[in-house]
């Protein structure tokens, strides 16, 4: 049980990989972050991929089956307020802990999702988190299921209300109703539903028209973007305007090193 991390052609490909399921330990969480800062930090990594183990599920969530180490309720407060105290001494991790750093990841490289068969839980949580674009196989499904268990909270954890209508998140946070692929698709969770068997080519052809863009240009389109979404008007255009300066010192040579550019150029050329 672990969290692969493998990089093709500018493109750094994360695989969950915990049986049929997939679903997530304390140690993966740690994995997981480890693998994203590893990510950030690569200059020759343009665009990742997040994935489930292939003829498994994406992620059906966090693994309840295998339950935690008992602690007291001040281990269990200490847990919360002071994250990863609980490891100083050789323990191994527990929740929450790494998940919330993996959320509180400042990203801005994009991600792509890939989602097969499961998609719940924990796993639907980074999907919303971690991902800018998400392709779907026709079996997919996604859903929020905590609520059956006593565990409200999914829907502001993931603010999900800004992600699909909001009537639509409301029936899918209280009910713990499952959502289809088809569903995912009209209500624009995902961008695009495939065959099961074509997930991944898909997946690996977007990431390439995105790793062949310029990387600083990228970059500075997530930030303004993301950045956008919180602040008022007049902020966001000043801030806008401030990271299209910046990226324009480095103006020269953008067009040489784009491959987007010059397959336009030459498709012009050849029409």
């Known amino acids: 049980m672990t969290i692969h991390y493998e990089k093709t052609n500018h ?24 693998r994203l800062v590893e990510f950030l930090a690569d200059p020759d990594v343009h665009v990742g991929i997040l994935k489930g183990r292939d003829g498994g599920s994406f992620c059906a969530g966090d693994d309840i089956k295998n339950p935690l180490p008992e602690r007291s309720r001040q281990q269990e407060l200490e847990g919360y307020l002071f ?12 929740r929450p802990a790494w998940d919330i750093d993996i959320m509180k990841l400042e990203r801005y490289k994009p991600i792509i999702g890939a989602v097969d068969r499961y998609c719940l839980g924990q796993g639907m949580i980074y999907l919303l988190h971690l991902t800018d674009l998400r392709i779907a196989s026709e079996r997919a499904q996604f859903g929020l299921p905590e ?14 209300g800004r992600q699909i209508p909001h009537v639509v998140a409301m029936r899918f946070l209280l009910t713990g109703e499952f959502m289809s692929a088809a569903e995912a698709l009209h209500y624009n969770l995902v961008n695009e539903v495939v065959p099961d068997d074509q997930l991944l080519e898909r997946a690996l052809a977007l990431a390439g028209k995105i790793a062949a863009q310029p990387p600083i240009a990228v970059r500075v389109e997530m930030e303004a973007y993301y950045q956008s979404l919180d602040l008022g008007r007049d902020d966001n255009l000043r801030y806008s305007m401030n990271l299209y300066r910046l990226q324009r010192l480095g103006y020269q040579g953008f067009g040489a090193g784009s491959g987007f550019l010059k397959r336009q150029k030459a498709e012009v050329k050849a029409g």
């Open 11 to 34: 493109i750094g490909i994360f695989t969950i990989d915990n049986g049929d399921l997939n679903v997530l330990t304390p140690a993966m969480h740690k994995t997981l972050y480890q």
């Open 83 to 94: 994250l990863h105290h609980a490891e100083r001494d050789g323990s191994p991790p527990h």
């Open 147 to 160: 609520v059956a268990y006593g565990m409200g909270g999914g829907g502001g954890i993931t603010r999900l």
